[in-house]
């Protein structure tokens, strides 16, 4: 009786065991989901419609912050989504979308020989800063209605610092970065 009981114990404490090692085993299953390998970008091409915005971002990091500790080369894996349309190099064509070297600090819609659509001439006197570079990356179509930039935007507030940064090293003189 004394040993039947005692099994009864041990098994308890086994199947315990079995389950705390199965949920330690399932949680750092849930756990290496979230959690890619190789850290991605989040850039959604012909997304329409979605509103875009950080996802699950905790509180919003300023822009300074986030271009203090960005990434150029980054960046620049990220702006490969871009190239379909623009051309990156010194004195380079124009293709779907006007060709981008110097585009920082450049006059919104004015590089020559590109046919701007109108939301672009209106906002012809502004020049491309980093919040408004950030802000038209985020949402194209909302940030400049009627654009014909077909992307859909990048959510990520740090990819899009990076491709910014990326786009401000494409420059003779590259805009000093605002200060953090
Ligand atoms: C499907 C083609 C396409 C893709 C992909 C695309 N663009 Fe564009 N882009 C355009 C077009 C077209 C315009 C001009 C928009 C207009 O006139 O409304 C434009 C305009 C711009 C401008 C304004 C340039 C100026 O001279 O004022 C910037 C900056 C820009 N794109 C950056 C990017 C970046 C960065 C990416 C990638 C993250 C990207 N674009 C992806 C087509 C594209």
């Given at each position: ?78 702006a490969?989504?871009c190239a379909a349309c623009h051309d990156f190099t010194k004195g380079g064509p124009n293709k779907v979308g006007p060709a981008l070297y110097g585009v920082?600090?450049r006059k919104i819609g004015s590089e020559a020989g590109f046919a701007y659509s109108?939301?672009f001439k209106?906002?012809a006197?502004?020049?491309w ?11 194209p ?6 654009t014909k930039m077909a992307f ?15 786009l401000?090293?494409l ?10």
């Amino acid at each position: 009786m004394e040993s039947f009981e005692f099994n009864k114990i041990a098994g308890a404490v086994l199947a315990t065991a079995l389950l705390v090692l199965g949920l330690k085993n399932f949680g750092s299953e849930l756990f290496r989901a979230e959690t890619p390998e190789k850290p991605g970008f989040a850039i959604q091409v012909a997304e329409v419609g979605k509103t875009a915005g950080d996802g699950a971002a905790p509180a919003a990091v300023p822009l300074p912050v986030l271009l203090a500790k960005a990434d150029k080369d980054k960046g620049m894996a990220s702006a490969k989504a871009c190239a379909a349309c623009h051309d990156f190099t010194k004195g380079g064509p124009n293709k779907v979308g006007p060709a981008l070297y110097g585009v920082v600090g450049r006059k919104i819609g004015s590089e020559a020989g590109f046919a701007y659509s109108d939301g672009f001439k209106a906002m012809a006197d502004k020049p491309w800063n980093f919040d408004e570079l950030d802000a038209w990356l985020k949402a194209p179509k909302e940030y400049i209605k009627g654009t014909k930039m077909a992307f859909a935007g990048i959510s990520n507030a740090q990819d899009r610092a990076n491709v910014i940064l990326y786009l401000n090293s494409l420059a003779d003189t590259p805009v000093p970065l605002p200060k953090p």
